[in-house]
């Protein structure tokens, strides 16, 4: 399994911003697709955004598109999320999940074999 860490969490004010990264500790390469999901208190994981190493497709989760952007960085083995315009609803711990693996879809926490410890997003005023 690839280590995986995040960091960049923290508080911030409705309508604010945050960038989240997720440093592995493999070379990109060697990884196929890398995502972010969070869970929110009483609620299952959920997906929010992933990319594919190669190629640097991306996808999102309707709740997020048009206001967070996940990009990567190959020689920095780091993927991030560019948070903007958060609300209070985005208040969750943030994990990010990485597959070597070709799947059917990417949206799911099974799709993927790596993870993260989480970081917190809390969005308060």
């Known amino acids: 399994q690839v280590q995986l860490v995040e960091s960049g969490g923290g508080l911030v004010q409705p309508g604010g911003s945050l960038r989240l990264s997720c440093v592995g500790s493999?070379?990109?390469?060697?990884?196929?697709?890398m995502g972010w999901f969070r869970q929110a208190p009483g609620k299952g994981r959920e997906f929010v955004a992933r990319?594919?190493?190669?190629?640097?497709?991306?996808r999102y989760a309707d709740s997020v598109k048009g206001r967070f952007t996940i990009s990567r960085d190959n020689a920095k083995n780091t993927v991030y999320l560019q948070m903007n315009s958060l609300d209070p609803e985005d208040t969750a711990v943030y994990y990010c999940?990485?597959?070597?693996?070709?799947?059917?879809?990417?949206?799911?926490?099974?799709?993927?074999?790596?993870w993260g410890q989480g970081t917190q997003v809390t969005v308060s005023s």
């Open positions: 493999e070379s990109i390469p060697s990884i196929n697709v």
């Open positions: 999940a990485a597959t070597r693996f070709n799947r059917v879809s990417y949206s799911y926490t099974s799709s993927y074999e790596s």
């Open positions: 990319i594919k190493l190669s190629g640097g497709t991306t």
